[in-house]
């Protein structure tokens, strides 16, 4: 049974482009988000966010009336929930509340034999939980939790696995882990994402697919962790860190990734914290890695500041903002929170340079810090800090840091 109307409850970085992805397959789509702003500026024809060629798709499906935007849902055959979930607390408590309120929002609308899919990246239990609310919300529509095989709602969940920056492109070709509540769950789960899927849908259960995910991002912040712990030994032993792992790189069986002013995004820096609340008596060098990429923002604010004492008047110009090279996106990105900790040690005069972005965050403007070129940055500027790997920022004469101190967190100088 083919799928004819689909809802998409989120558009931000995963929800917006996995809209507009179904849509370009001629199935009428509805995004549903609670930012007006969002709503307007896709039905404009326009998008909100940074992603490569992602507008071109949002236009074009939007005039063909196959996408459209709204703050309210209504009515379809499969809802896609893609909302954010942060923590809660200081203790890295996992945040469920957006998954709820999509949950009720979406309760009021549903139908027997509609499909709802938790595409968030979640702590193991959240699609149990996302559908133990529908069913409180709908008590005369039976859920899998109840009914099994035989429940009026399909529920399973489906975790995103792209890459920012090449979202259109791994939407289509990545493999999906698709966990279904039951096995008549996952085969619908499967037909909704074979319409656009080109990679392989594999089939297990909830929790599996939830830690999946988890998983995958966990053993990706472990490996950061070690190259981060090791450009920290190395500074201590003044050996040049990049040098060592290009050298290191060279056995066949070592593959060290490259450290970085930490660990940034919505899901590096966020889904380990998930296994860690889930099993902390267990998760021993879960935990050990994510303190090391947590702490690693700390120790570059320090070595700025023992720059910064060489200086009179210190100008401090940070590249890269952002928490991943050539994006837009400011999401737990450490870059961030090291300009904003800067200027609010009043350590000297700082410039934030972030060539994908036209205007500074709220936070940043309110603690004095201005947004620069580069041009303007290198001639003001007495410190330079590299933080993010930006492709405007690898062209630069090389020249142009003679006379500064540059601290480069990303090995480009």
């Not at 970085?13 to 896709?42: F, M």
């Not at 063909?64 to 890295?92: D, I, M, S």
Request: proline residues 5%; hydrophobic residues 45%; glycine residues 6%.
């Amino acid at each position: 049974m083919s799928f004819s109307k689909i809802s998409v409850i989120g558009l931000g970085y995963i929800g917006l482009p996995t809209a507009a992805v179904i849509a370009s397959r001629g199935i009428e789509v509805i995004g549903v988000d609670v930012n007006q702003h969002a709503v307007d500026t896709i039905n404009q024809g326009n998008i909100h966010i940074v992603e490569p060629d992602l507008d071109i798709v949002v236009r074009s499906t939007v005039m063909t009336g196959k996408l459209r935007a709204t703050t309210k849902p209504e009515a379809a055959e499969a809802f896609v929930v893609a909302v954010p979930t942060p923590f809660k607390g200081e203790n890295h408590e996992p945040d469920l509340s957006y998954i709820e309120s999509a949950a009720n929002a979406i309760a009021p609308v549903l139908e027997k034999g509609n499909l709802v899919i938790l595409e968030s990246t979640s702590p193991v239990g959240a699609t149990e939980q996302m559908a133990a609310w529908l069913a409180a919300a709908r008590p005369d529509l039976t859920f899998p939790q109840q009914k099994g095989e035989a429940a009026d709602i399909r529920v399973a969940h489906c975790p995103e696995r792209v890459l920012p920056g090449y979202v259109l492109q791994e939407l289509v070709s990545n493999d999906r882990v698709i966990g279904g509540m039951s096995a008549a769950c996952s085969a619908r789960a499967v037909e909704l994402y074979k319409t656009f899927v080109r990679g392989e849908c594999i089939i297990t259960n909830a929790r599996t697919a939830e830690m999946a995910k988890l998983t995958e991002n966990s053993f990706r912040d472990v490996n950061i962790a070690f190259a981060n712990e090791l450009s920290l030994i190395c500074d201590k032993l003044k050996i040049n860190v990049w040098e060592l792992i290009k050298l290191a790189n060279r056995h066949p069986r070592v593959n060290i990734l490259n450290p970085g002013p930490g660990v940034g995004g919505h899901c590096i820096a966020v889904d380990p914290w998930f296994i860690v609340n889930s099993c902390p008596d267990e998760a021993k060098l879960i935990r050990q890695a994510r303190e090391v990429n947590d702490y690693k923002p700390q120790y570059v604010i320090e070595k700025i500041a023992a720059a910064a004492d060489q200086f009179k008047k210190p100008v401090i110009a940070c590249f890269g903002l952002a928490f991943k090279a050539d994006i837009d996106d400011l999401r737990e990105s450490p870059a961030l929170e090291i300009v904003k900790s800067l200027a609010e040690k009043e350590i000297g005069k700082v410039i934030a340079v972030e060539p994908n972005i036209d205007t500074l965050p709220s936070k940043l403007k309110d603690a004095g810090i201005e947004l620069s070129d580069v041009e303007s940055a290198l001639n003001f500027a007495n410190i330079i800090v590299i933080l993010v790997d930006h492709k405007e920022f690898k062209v630069i004469d090389k020249s142009s840091f003679a006379t500064k101190i540059a601290i480069d967190t990303r090995g480009i100088i």
